[in-house]
């Protein structure tokens, strides 16, 4: 009696744990996108989640049930005793003996533990990292495909030991085993289900994309919003029908004790009309997979080019129409057998021989389109390949957006002059010289202040700034890295609750660094600098005029790159600030983040959420404390709208936006993406094969503000989206003016497109299936390693543009070739933003490349001697970034160099290497490189001056 007490209390402490856990989650969450003012997006998508999980799982758990309760009424009788005789049924079919039955029962046990088994993989994969792609149904009827993923699930010890104790479990415990696996698998599939939402969502408001593809002729947005919807219901179906008609034969056969008796009776009457119903399930998932596998041809790699090919719609669709039509019929029959049952039918055979159709054109499908491949195809590929390449070709360059390219012949005279040089002063003046690494290492040991301060990353910008009073104001490529709080560098002794949550708050200022000028010892020169000791502790700007042009004020940073842990502000403890001198400044929080902790059960519900009982305890609230949390930017924006894939370099702008709220005047800005993998005929990269730059999210990181700005309304993505949450995205006209001025053409974003640009330059299919001008990224040296060319940001003007412009830039050359052959510009100022310019070099002329460039840095005896004795002397040379700068009508080539000792990272700029045609020049400055380079009477000077100590 006792135990059976203690047993009830202790469910009922679990069951209510458990509870307040979901509570105080949903509180939790609730409040938080409260904060954020997007409540109805968190609520559309808790709807969303809930309804889609307790539908399927209850209708789920509703099939299951009813199945099983028939299949429990219908089996055979257990003996009562020992003497009873078993008899056969009238009209019952396929008796079996134990050496059938066995293996039939324990192969069948052990399908469903391994069917549990991979819908668990599922949904274990959504848990921890939140997005999956489904299987295909293509897959899901092809051999070679289940016989790869059962392989794949018994090469783990785990997963078959599983299997194999769930399997013999079945055997012994049935009816138990088999209810308890229902109601598991049920969940799991609801689960699955749930995490598919944004696919429900965008299924229920789809846009035309207005463009058809050439095989069934059929609008993309089917593929985009449709075809995916479809696919989570045939897994479904598929998990739903299998296990139904698994658990109905497992328990039929393990009844009456069959197997303790050696022998099964056969199938009753009553059990076979029970059968043919869930197999007309079962046929009938196949079929509608079959027909989904005819639009996911669309998607075969077997052809010369991505997409259907010739042996995919001349021998593979017709094997599945047929394998989808037999298989109809099949499931028809079954469903027309159960509803109007005949237990001695003349066309029960019909079974039989429809399954025997089935297995031969199954057998067929296999081999006949291999044969078709093998005799057909290959003797004479680029013939029979040659229409299926031109779809392939159009709709990648559609998907990727590379159909709106201006394509362009720059031919490099080779005639720069001096004169050239000053009518450019502009291009000329933001060359950069300093690349991310070591200004970051530079700011490490600089301007980090204190351990606790971490710059995590540096990002090129353009400010229009006036350096001097009396100087116009110009555009200045620039370096900005923001003074984040890392609390893991805090001395071990002085990590306590309250230093974590309610002192270290907050990371404090920025630098930013012109890209092409040097201070003293070869060290960057700063616009914006420390933190100063006057006033509110604001930066240091290197001139009046520069505090002019940049906004420093209430440079207070909460949310960042690295703001991790959740935060208390408005304590009885006053908040760390800045250091000043010995001494520390202390500061409290009044922006217009956070949530108040003001009552007790708020306090109660964000213990249990954040799993911190201090949280309720604590004396150090007052009415005035509010909690940040989420305060990193990355999850803070993917926690509002998971459903876009978003840009790995968020760069922080210092802007005076007169519309956004005061006391701020820095932020955060992410591009964002709406991809698909469903594109027809459009080549994979990264798992993707439709991809836009749609949206601009701003992040305040002062108070937390997160604004989603539509970059690209003509992408029917984000037209689906704004149509499924329409308070979420804001038109880019909307975006202060101050803010518009920083957008950036994003890197990942350009990487993708570069990317399928190397091969879909090329628009004719015989050059296309030889591969005869395949590009590639160009390599360079940086440091001592080779690596490819990364793309760089530039202010330049663009050939037969009367204007200097912020660019993103990346060279080609030709494949296993190092002469440049094309560069790919993308525009990022104005109403030029996301316009792409593809400038083609002439391929009878020679046009150095990067690889050419540093090999003869490298061979030159001047510069080699100096890199060599540098490196003997304690120290290393590092080889920056090579850049290709176009101006007028030619190339010129820069690498800075840098010297780092080995044992101090801080690296200084001590040479420029300037290349233009066949000239090269090393020297202490730019200005002295490009003098040398372009001077009537070249100076070996520049080139052999050692290193001079700096003056103390």
């Excluded at 230093?499 to 040097?518: A, C, K, W």
């Excluded at 842990?565 to 500061?587: A, K």
């Excluded at 902790?597 to 799993?611: D, E, G, M, T, V």
């Excluded at 005061?662 to 798992?687: C, F, R």
């Amino acid at each position: 009696m006792f135990k059976q007490i203690f047993l009830r209390f202790l469910i009922l402490c679990f069951g209510g744990w458990i509870l307040l856990d979901v509570i105080a989650r949903f509180g939790a969450e609730l409040l938080w996108f409260q904060e954020v003012s997007y409540l109805p997006v968190f609520l559309l998508r808790l709807t969303t989640q809930g309804l889609l999980w307790l539908g399927v799982t209850a209708i789920t758990i509703a099939y299951f049930r009813w199945n099983l309760k028939r299949a429990n009424q219908l089996k055979h009788p257990s003996p009562q005793t020992d003497t009873l005789e078993l008899r056969k049924p009238p009209l019952s079919i396929l008796p079996l003996r134990l050496r059938t039955l066995l293996p039939l029962t324990f192969g069948l046990s052990l399908l469903l533990a391994l069917i549990l088994i991979h819908y668990g993989q599922i949904a274990v994969q959504y848990w921890q990292i939140g997005e999956v792609n489904l299987p295909m149904p293509i897959s899901m009827f092809n051999l070679f495909a289940i016989w790869q993923v059962g392989q794949q699930i018994s090469t783990q010890v785990g997963y078959t030991s599983g299997a194999i104790l769930a399997a013999i479990a079945v055997l012994v415990y049935p009816q138990f085993t088999l209810s308890a696996i229902a109601v598991v698998f049920a969940a799991l599939l609801g689960f699955i289900a749930a995490q598919h939402w944004a696919t429900v969502l965008q299924y229920l408001q789809p846009t035309a994309f207005n463009a058809t593809e050439p095989l069934f002729n059929r609008d993309i947005g089917f593929y985009i919003f449709t075809l995916p919807f479809i696919e989570l219901l045939v897994l479904w179906w598929i998990g739903l029908t299998l296990y139904g008609f698994i658990a109905v034969a497992l328990t039929y056969l393990t009844s009456g004790h069959s197997l303790s008796e050696g022998r099964f009776l056969g199938f009753s009457p009553p059990q076979q009309r029970h059968l043919f119903g869930v197999s007309a399930g079962v046929i009938g998932t196949i079929t509608i997979g079959y027909w989904l596998s005819c639009y996911e041809l669309l998607y075969s790699r077997r052809g010369a080019s991505f997409g259907a090919s010739y042996t995919d719609v001349v021998a593979q669709l017709p094997a599945y129409i047929a394998l989808g039509t037999t298989a109809s019929v099949i499931a028809l029959y079954l469903l027309g057998r159960c509803i109007f049952w005949q237990p001695q039918s003349k066309r029960r055979r019909w079974v039989g021989i429809g399954l025997v159709v089935y297995g031969v054109l199954a057998i067929a499908g296999i081999f006949i389109p291999e044969l078709v491949q093998s005799v057909a195809v290959q003797p004479n590929e680029l013939v029979r390949e040659r229409p299926y390449i031109e779809r392939t070709i159009a709709l990648t360059r559609q998907a990727f957006g590379l159909n709106d390219i201006d394509i362009q012949t720059f031919n490099p005279q080779g005639q720069l002059s001096e004169a050239d040089l000053r009518n450019n002063p502009l291009t000329i003046r933001n060359i950069r010289l300093w690349d991310q690494r070591p200004l970051l290492d530079t700011n490490r040991q600089l301007q980090q202040i204190r351990l606790y301060y971490r710059f995590p990353d540096a990002d090129i910008d353009r400010y229009t700034l006036r350096t001097e009073p009396t100087a116009p104001r110009e555009q200045r490529q620039v370096l900005i890295a923001a003074r984040e709080l890392d609390y893991n560098a805090v001395p071990q002794e002085a990590q306590t609750w309250v230093n974590r949550h309610l002192i270290y708050t907050h990371g404090y200022g920025f630098t930013v660094s012109p890209v092409n000028t040097v201070a003293a010892g070869g060290l960057p020169e700063y616009f914006v600098r420390d933190i100063g000791n006057e006033g509110e502790g604001a930066l240091v700007t290197s001139s009046p005029s520069i505090r002019e042009s940049i906004p420093i004020e209430r440079p207070r940073i909460y949310y960042g790159e690295i703001t991790d842990p959740y935060v208390m502000t408005g304590t009885r403890q006053r908040e760390l600030d800045f250091p000043s001198g010995s001494d520390n400044t202390y500061n409290s929080y009044d922006g217009r983040g956070g949530i108040a902790l003001n009552s007790l059960w708020q306090r109660a519900l964000f213990a249990i959420y954040l799993k911190d009982w201090r949280v309720l305890v604590t004396r150090e609230f007052t009415p005035q404390t509010k909690l940040l949390f989420r305060r990193n930017i990355n999850q803070r924006i993917r926690e509002i709208a998971p459903f876009l894939m978003y840009d790995r370099d968020p760069y922080l702008v210092a802007a005076d936006s007169s519309t956004a709220p005061a006391q701020n005047n820095l932020y955060w800005i992410v591009d964002a993406y709406t991809t698909s993998n469903h594109y027809p005929y459009s080549d994979l990269v990264e798992g993707i094969n439709y991809i836009r730059n749609s949206v601009k999210v701003v992040i305040d990181a002062y108070h937390g503000f997160v604004t989603f700005y539509v970059a690209d309304p003509t992408d029917p993505m984000i037209q689906t989206w704004s149509r499924i949450f329409p308070s979420l995205f804001k038109p880019l006209s909307a975006m202060p003016a101050a803010l518009r001025q920083h957008i950036r053409y994003p890197v990942d974003f350009f990487n993708l497109q570069s990317d399928r640009l190397m091969t879909y330059h090329m628009t004719d299919p015989q050059v296309f299936y030889n591969r005869e001008d395949q590009w590639q990224i160009p390599n360079e040296v940086y440091g001592s390693e080779t690596r490819p060319v990364e793309p760089y940001y530039l202010i330049t003007s663009l050939p037969n543009v009367p204007f200097e412009e912020f660019i993103l830039l990346l060279p080609y050359t030709p494949r296993q070739r190092t002469n440049l052959v094309a560069w790919l510009a993308a525009r990022a100022d104005g109403e030029n933003y996301g316009r792409l310019l593809l400038y083609t070099f002439p391929k009878e002329r020679l046009i150095f490349g990067t690889e050419q460039i540093e090999a003869r840095i490298n061979q030159d005896p001047v510069i080699s001697q100096q890199i060599s004795l540098w490196n003997r002397q304690g120290s290393k040379a590092i080889q920056g970034n090579l850049l290709v700068i176009p101006i007028e009508q030619s190339l010129l080539y820069v690498e800075p160099l840098y010297l780092e000792a080995d044992q101090n990272s801080l690296p200084t700029l001590v040479r420029v290497i300037v290349a233009y045609e066949n000239r090269i020049v090393m020297a202490e400055t730019l200005e002295q490189a490009l003098q040398a380079i372009f001077r009537a009477e070249p100076t070996p000077e520049p080139i052999v001056r050692p290193v001079e100590a700096p003056t103390p």
